[in-house]
């Protein structure tokens, strides 16, 4: 039964689109605008990708007039991605290509 939520959170984390979306939402929120422009992906892409990612509350939404803006979960992925860059600059680097 502990697997399910396993195999979801980390089959999150490992699709380069949803991890790129994370990685530019650790400077500000943005709408899927933003991120199209920023990522260059087509909007349905994105939209799918944080579809999954709000799903999982690995990101937020707002709505703001039009807009829903996406900002990172503060609490626990905000500190996970800064734990997994520690952990890759420190004993990754050489084996990842950074």
Partial sequence: MT????????????????LE???????KPKNVTQLTNELGYDQTTISKSLKRLTTCRFVHNTRKGK????????????PLLKLIDKH???????????
Wanted: net charge positive; glycine share 4%; with cysteine.
């Fill in 3 to 18: 697997k399910m939520p396993y195999a979801l959170f980390f089959g999150t984390l490992s699709n380069e689109i949803r």
């Fill in 88 to 98: 890759t600059n420190k004993y990754c680097k050489y084996l990842c290509g950074r």
């Fill in 67 to 78: 807009h829903s803006i996406y900002s990172l979960n503060k609490e626990t992925i905000l």
């Fill in 21 to 27: 979306i994370l990685h530019a939402l650790m400077k």
